[in-house]
């Protein structure tokens, strides 16, 4: 994977761009709100293919609140239930330490270097 790209706008595309120059659809944006946040459908399914239809989606909010001189950002991603039987198993793969704290982990180290 090059780079996670997000159309800006709800109804706008959540893909990634991979090394070869393709794109791998993983959601849609379902509120955009900047600078407060966002809403993510993320419509990976339990076998972590791509699941068009929303009604089996999750969803990953980003809020963002100014604290003192930065940004505190926070990341809930809920209704695991409607990717049915593989729901659990997105929960844990999210949670592990590879899932969604090494992504903010590395937004951080990412937002750190554009103030620096």
């Known amino acids: 994977m090059r780079c996670i790209k997000l159309e ?3 109804g706008g595309r959540c893909y990634t761009e991979q090394e070869d120059g393709t794109d791998c ?3 849609q944006v379902l509120a955009w709100d900047p600078p ?3 809403v ?3 419509q990976i399914s339990g076998q972590w293919e791509y699941e068009p239809d ?3 989606s999750s969803e990953v909010e980003i809020r963002f609140t100014p604290q003192g ?3 505190r950002v926070d990341l809930e991603h809920r ?3 409607r990717h049915g039987a593989g729901g659990a198993l997105m929960r844990k ?3 592990s330490p590879n899932g969604w704290a090494d992504l903010l982990n590395q937004y951080a180290a990412y937002a750190e270097q554009c103030v620096a």
């Open 8 to 10: 800006e706008r709800a």
């Open 25 to 27: 659809d993983w959601g």
């Open 36 to 38: 407060r946040g966002l």
């Open 40 to 42: 993510i459908a993320w």
């Open 54 to 56: 929303l009604a089996k």
């Open 69 to 71: 001189t930065g940004t």
């Open 93 to 95: 793969g999210v949670d």
């Open 79 to 81: 209704h695991f239930e």
